[in-house]
């Protein structure tokens, strides 16, 4: 059925805020999670042949084409608005995800004996909000990548222009995350700094009092 194939457009996607999250795990494992909100609003407005888009929605929602697959859903009614998440884990078919083959107008998903390869580009078909937030954390090593934020080992790409799309991401097979050293060596100069200036401090303050008393 048509609106059960476009469950993105006409539930996930058309809320006030909307995360697509997906945790990387390796071998295959990948855990997608959809969180947001709709207002009640929205929802009381949202009617169509005498059944709400919104509740149809909510019992067939699949993460696999085909409808296949089942979402482990949560849903919690708050004052004028509904929180919602949907979370599935792939086990070697993230190919057979129903968001990024909906959604995205091209998908090249590939491998080779190193790396894993991610690309996900033109015409975004499900901007039925002002953004879109997608978030990718990976377990193993980052690569290349072309996100617009970067925190630590999750990478943030937001989606606010329907005509045109484009996330590329490129992940080690074998190489696990870990912060640089660069970073590390960086925050631990900043804690020497702030001791050494602290003791510096420390001295002057002493030296000070010590010229004032013998003046006296």
């Given at each position: 059925?048509?609106?059960?194939?476009?469950?993105?457009?006409?539930?996930?996607?058309s809320g006030c805020t909307v995360n697509y999250n997906l945790d990387i795990e390796g071998n295959g494992i990948y855990k997608e999670t959809i969180t947001g909100t709709v207002?009640?609003?929205?929802?009381?407005?949202?009617?169509?042949?005498?059944?709400?888009?919104?509740?149809?929605?909510?019992?067939?929602?699949?993460?696999?084409?085909?409808?296949?697959?089942?979402?482990?859903?949560?849903?919690?009614?708050?004052?004028?608005?509904?929180?919602?998440?949907?979370?599935?884990v792939f086990d070697n078919n993230y190919d057979k995800s129903n968001i990024i083959n909906t959604c995205f107008s091209g998908v090249l998903l590939s491998d080779d004996d190193?790396?894993?390869?991610?690309?996900?580009?033109?015409?975004?078909?499900?901007?039925?909000?002002?953004?879109?937030?997608?978030?990718?954390?990976?377990?193993?090593?980052?690569?290349?990548?072309?996100?617009?934020?970067?925190?630590?080992?999750?990478?943030?790409?937001?989606?606010?222009?329907?005509?045109?799309?484009?996330?590329?991401?490129?992940?080690?097979?074998?190489?696990?995350?870990?912060?640089?050293?660069?970073?590390?060596?960086?925050?631990?100069?900043?804690?020497?700094?702030?001791?050494?200036?602290?003791?510096?401090?420390?001295?002057?303050?002493?030296?000070?009092?010590?010229?004032?008393?013998?003046?006296?």
């Amino acid at each position: 059925m048509k609106k059960r194939y476009l469950i993105l457009m006409l539930l996930l996607l058309s809320g006030c805020t909307v995360n697509y999250n997906l945790d990387i795990e390796g071998n295959g494992i990948y855990k997608e999670t959809i969180t947001g909100t709709v207002t009640n609003e929205e929802l009381d407005n949202n009617n169509s042949t005498d059944i709400n888009d919104f509740s149809y929605n909510l019992n067939f929602a699949t993460p696999l084409i085909r409808d296949e697959g089942e979402y482990a859903k949560e849903i919690i009614d708050k004052k004028g608005y509904k929180e919602f998440s949907y979370s599935y884990v792939f086990d070697n078919n993230y190919d057979k995800s129903n968001i990024i083959n909906t959604c995205f107008s091209g998908v090249l998903l590939s491998d080779d004996d190193e790396f894993y390869y991610y690309d996900f580009y033109g015409p975004f078909k499900c901007l039925y909000t002002d953004k879109i937030n997608i978030n990718v954390t990976s377990k193993y090593a980052v690569i290349e990548n072309n996100a617009d934020k970067v925190n630590k080992n999750t990478y943030t790409w937001i989606i606010d222009n329907e005509d045109d799309s484009d996330i590329h991401l490129v992940v080690s097979k074998d190489v696990l995350y870990q912060e640089t050293k660069e970073k590390k060596i960086f925050t631990s100069f900043r804690i020497v700094g702030f001791i050494i200036l602290v003791v510096l401090s420390l001295i002057t303050y002493l030296l000070y009092r010590k010229k004032n008393s013998d003046e006296i």
